[in-house]
């Protein structure tokens, strides 16, 4: 997978690509990242790549013609390439979208600064446009970089050694189980004792009901378009008996009952 940032700050992508699963995924050849600096393609003596708005009002909007050039010089280099415009107006970005964009064979990533681009490369210019959550920042470079680090993590090979992105958080739409290592006790609390029993059938049930049981605490809204397989439905009905247990043995002795009653 090929990816082109198009940025006035190339810069900010140095780190990026000389670190981590990054950095391997571009040394076995999975990927490659080129950061392309828009202000290379602007004209005159300043190269100024930003200007006031149309109908006045605070903050830049970024030039169409340098982002015209950068995205031609782009697409010369990946002519197939899916241009992506990271904006705060963009298609919500989620597990599943990585998953999609994991398949184009290479991408335009482009990065506006100030109040945003000039509306006329999106119509033109742009496939998609992405957002990587509701809020805004100063520039989509960050955006970008989770962008691709999305995706790479996602390309057999990218990630070392032995882990995998099969069996983590939202991979198969819940969060992912609870995790420990040594020592035994720390500050007090120790890992559940099927974890050390070294019986590997019930670490895997133990594992499918901290997931299930994490997701309904933390994110009921993942499992409300989720449908769950019989195992789950299980899991969710045996803790349900449990809570009802719990419940109507309190309901005639609680501390809220009616004297008498017990
Ligand atoms: C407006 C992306 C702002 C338009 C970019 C670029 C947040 C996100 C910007 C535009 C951004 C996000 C730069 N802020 N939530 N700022 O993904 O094209």
């Known amino acids: 997978m ?29 990927i490659s990242l ?7 393609f602007a004209s005159g003596k300043h190269r100024v790549t930003d200007d006031r708005p149309y109908g006045g009002g605070c903050g830049m909007v970024m030039k169409p013609e340098p982002l015209a050039a950068a995205l031609r010089a782009a697409r010369g280099m990946a002519p197939s390439a899916t241009a992506v415009l990271l904006s705060p107006q963009g298609r919500k970005f989620n ?14 990533l482009l990065c506006g600064r100030y109040e945003g681009i000039d509306d006329r490369i999106l119509h033109d210019h742009v496939d998609l446009e992405v957002s990587i959550g509701d809020y805004v920042l100063t520039g989509g470079e960050l955006p970008a970089m989770i962008v691709i680090e999305a995706i790479t993590r996602l390309i057999p090979g990218a990630l070392g050694g032995e882990s995998s992105a099969d069996n983590e958080s939202f ?22 004792g099927v974890l050390l029993s070294g019986d590997h059938r019930k670490i895997e049930q133990w594992r499918l009901e901290s997931s299930l049981i994490r997701t309904v605490l933390k994110r009921k809204d993942l499992l409300e378009t989720r449908a769950l397989s019989r195992e789950e439905i299980e899991i969710l009905k045996n803790w349900h008996n449990d809570i009802e247990k719990i419940i109507r043995a309190q309901s005639s002795s609680g501390p809220d009952s009616p004297s008498g009653t017990e």
């Open 34 to 40: 080129e950061a392309v600096n828009i202000r290379d």
């Open 2 to 30: 090929k990816f082109i940032a198009l940025t006035i700050f190339p810069e900010l992508f140095a780190s990026f690509r000389e670190h981590g699963i990054i950095r391997r995924a571009i040394q076995r050849n999975l």
């Open 95 to 108: 597990q599943a979208m990585a998953r999609e964009l994991k398949s184009v064979q290479s991408m335009v």
């Open 171 to 192: 991979s198969n739409g819940v969060l992912d189980c609870g995790h420990f290592t040594r020592p035994p006790e720390f500050e007090g609390q120790s890992p559940p």
